[in-house]
């Protein structure tokens, strides 16, 4: 069966820091990856998502980027850190588009707190 | 654009009541719609689904039926547990989407015993 891990489960950075969030997904090939974003009372928005090894598309602009070094590895960073990247960071995959009833599923998240 | 409105929460029910959380969309084309469920502390986990027009997606006791007509996908559960309390997100993918999920804002449901 597929998994997925995500890690670490929570972290506290200075602002100013760099970040780096990883996320494997076990028991499948070719995977769509994708990272999430839950901010307080916000729902989930979409940051960054993977059709395949070295392609990322960026859905908003801001100080993170991602990238996928393997086909089932995907990575989150930043450079520099802001108070306004707190927040829950999900990692996803898919087997094909999430269009035509494809699931997403979800790990269980990584909680940043930038002070 | 995409969009997705649930109604906003909390909300609080004791154990057995019903529930429905509602759901509405705008979309291009013809999305799936999907609810999914968030346990505290945890990822999402996919609740059910649907496909096409009509077709009701259920799962744990919790039904949804896709209305085109009225562009809803209303979440209902007949007999609630305290087990059920979480955040309760509607979300869809269309043709114009076709790599992302576009989600609601979610509901958080606390239900006392």
């Known amino acids: 069966s597929q998994t997925i891990h995500q890690w670490p489960a929570t972290l506290v950075q200075p602002v100013g820091s760099p970040l780096s969030l990883e996320c494997t997904v076990e028991?499948?090939?070719?995977?769509?990856l994708y990272w999430y974003r839950q901010a307080a009372g916000r729902g989930l928005q979409l940051l960054f998502y993977s059709v395949g090894i070295g392609q990322i598309s960026s859905e908003v602009p801001q100080n993170l980027s991602a990238s996928r070094p393997q086909d089932r590895q995907f990575i989150l960073s930043s450079k520099k850190l802001l108070l306004s990247d707190s927040g829950f960071y999900l990692c996803a995959w898919s087997v094909g588009a999430a269009g035509g009833g494809n699931t997403i599923y979800f790990g269980e998240g990584s909680w940043l707190t930038v002070v | 654009g995409d969009s997705v409105t649930q109604m906003e929460g909390p909300v609080t029910l004791s154990e057995e009541a019903f529930l429905t959380i509602n759901c509405t969309y705008t979309?291009?084309?013809?999305?799936?719609l999907f609810w999914y469920v968030q346990y505290p502390g945890e990822g999402l986990q996919l609740l059910l689904k649907?496909?096409?027009?009509?077709d009701k997606g259920s799962n744990k006791g919790f039904e949804a039926t896709y209305r085109k007509e009225t562009t809803s996908f209303h979440l209902e559960k007949g007999s609630v547990q305290v087990s059920d309390s979480a955040v309760y997100f509607c979300?869809?993918?269309?043709?114009?989407?076709?790599?992302?999920?576009?989600f609601g804002k979610g509901t958080l449901l606390t239900v006392n015993p």
């Open positions: 649907a496909t096409k027009a009509d």
């Open positions: 979309a291009t084309g013809y999305p799936s």
């Open positions: 979300a869809l993918s269309s043709g114009g989407s076709n790599y992302k999920l576009t």
């Open positions: 028991g499948t090939s070719n995977p769509n």
